[in-house]
């Protein structure tokens, strides 16, 4: 059982521990290397590197943008390349698309005229294919040294929207891949509030692309009616809508036109029509408790990795002197892991100067890495999450599945029986049959004396 769940921590802690991205990018090593089982001490002296910084970017249109590749600090050449794009409504041929959708910046040469505010002179080399040689002075530009990696920034710009594949070739050896999302140049991106109200008249705040004045907004289904759409800025609409008290309850798909752009937009469920709330009545009295059910049985324990899988999992981590191995120990009983995470070498000093410390994962280098646990619903996934301007990892255990509720106990007892209702010769509802009461005089009060008494009044 210990074996298990030493094994366990040991995944647990490789997916983790500093990069969270790290484990949604697709890292392939060329078949001579030698596959092992990665260790905290394998990431943290880039065993997993190469590596792009987060498994999807979403980038807007017609619009340079930059994408963050992970590399080991002697990577020499990076190929760049659109290996495949997805249409996603612009009605092109995906071959098309993976040729010259996406492209790919690259700095051809240093300015040598002082008085210009570039430093760079920027060309597109290819549409979709790149290499850049990072020992030259001009891909310098693009690079960040962290001492145990680098960052190696790559420019982006996509015009027509589509889901293309980006795959990183390093030193003609190592492979990552990343998903570019490119977003519609006419498009929703957000409605509120979430629900409007039956039988009532509502106001809906549309944000997204190019939306102005001249757009139309229609709600899908019947009841709804759009009365008037104001446009408050550059991609924001205030649209009023008057729902009817019988118009279906559920989801609508909100959809946008542009008669002078001719293009449309669809935000699918994008508003919920519920009914109107009523105020509450008074509780009734309670019934009688009925026996208790037969216990259920036990939940299955969840994914606990402690003697006592109620516990949380506490991380703590210690300096090591420099040059000495990180380590990692699980105490199983105590329910927790400690990691030693040795410090930088100091930089060398420089002229006038004094060189700066070693390399640390978080933007200030003096700080010391916090690490926390918090407890996560049943049967979500383990999470974690890097902050690194804080300079803290948050680590989600899952908690075990709740065991299945007993069964409802029997019926109360019945109530007593109420009072009999007043005869209708009762004038006085005294409960009690006095003369004056036997209307027809027939020494008998029943339903007669009522239907004398009818007569009288007609």
Request: aromatic share 6%; hydrophobic share 35%.
């Amino acid at each position: 059982m210990k074996k298990n769940y030493k094994k366990l921590i040991s995944i647990v802690i490789s997916l983790m521990l500093f990069f969270p991205s790290l484990g949604g990018a697709s890292v392939l090593a060329s078949e001579e290397s030698e596959v092992k089982s990665p260790t905290a001490s394998d990431i943290l002296y880039n065993n997993w590197l190469p590596a792009f910084k987060y498994d999807r970017y979403n980038i807007e249109p017609n619009t340079r943008a930059a994408v963050d590749l992970l590399l080991q600090p002697d990577a020499k050449v990076v190929k760049v390349e659109v290996i495949n794009a997805e249409d996603i409504g612009t009605g092109l041929d995906e071959e098309v698309l993976s040729a010259r959708g996406l492209k790919i910046y690259k700095n051809k040469r240093l300015r040598t005229k002082e008085s210009t505010s570039e430093l760079l002179k920027e060309d597109i080399i290819s549409v979709n294919f790149a290499i850049f040689n990072l020992l030259k002075l001009s891909n310098r530009q693009q690079t960040v040294d962290f001492g145990n990696y680098k960052v190696f920034k790559i420019y982006l710009n996509g015009l027509p929207s589509a889901i293309y594949t980006l795959k990183a070739t390093v030193d003609e050896k190592y492979i990552t891949e990343t998903k570019i999302y490119t977003k519609p140049d006419f498009r929703i991106d957000d409605v509120s509030p979430p629900i409007i109200d039956v039988g009532l008249e509502s106001v809906l705040t549309i944000e997204g692309k190019n939306l102005d004045s001249l757009t139309s907004v229609n709600l899908s289904g019947e009841g709804i009616e759009v009365r008037e759409v104001e446009s408050l800025d550059e991609g924001i609409l205030k649209v009023k809508v008057l729902v009817s008290e019988n118009a279906p309850i559920g989801f609508r798909n909100i959809a946008v036109s542009h008669p002078l752009l001719e293009k449309s937009a669809t935000l699918i469920n994008g508003v919920y029509v519920g009914p109107r709330v009523g105020i509450d009545g008074k509780d009734g009295k309670d019934g009688i408790d009925g026996k208790d059910g037969v216990d259920g049985k036990d939940g299955i324990d969840g994914m606990g990795i402690c003697a006592d899988p109620t516990q949380t999992l506490m991380i703590l981590a210690n300096n090591l002197p420099y040059g000495s191995s990180a380590t990692a120990h699980f105490d199983y009983v105590s329910c927790n892991a400690t990691f030693g995470i040795p410090v930088g070498r100091n930089g060398q000093d420089g002229i006038g100067v004094n060189g700066r410390d070693g390399s640390n994962i978080c933007t200030d280098r003096n700080a010391t890495l916090a690490i926390s646990s918090i407890t996560l619903s049943a049967s979500s996934p383990s999470t974690s999450t890097f902050d690194p301007s804080a300079c803290t990892l948050v680590v989600g255990t899952p908690q075990g599945a709740t065991g299945v509720t007993g069964a409802t106990g029997a019926t109360g007892a019945t109530g007593t029986t109420g009072l009999a209702g007043i005869n209708c010769w009762d004038l006085n509802a005294d409960r009690v049959n006095d003369l004056s009461e036997d209307v027809n005089k027939d020494g008998v009060f029943d339903a007669k004396d009522c239907q004398k008494k009818d007569k009288d009044k007609d």
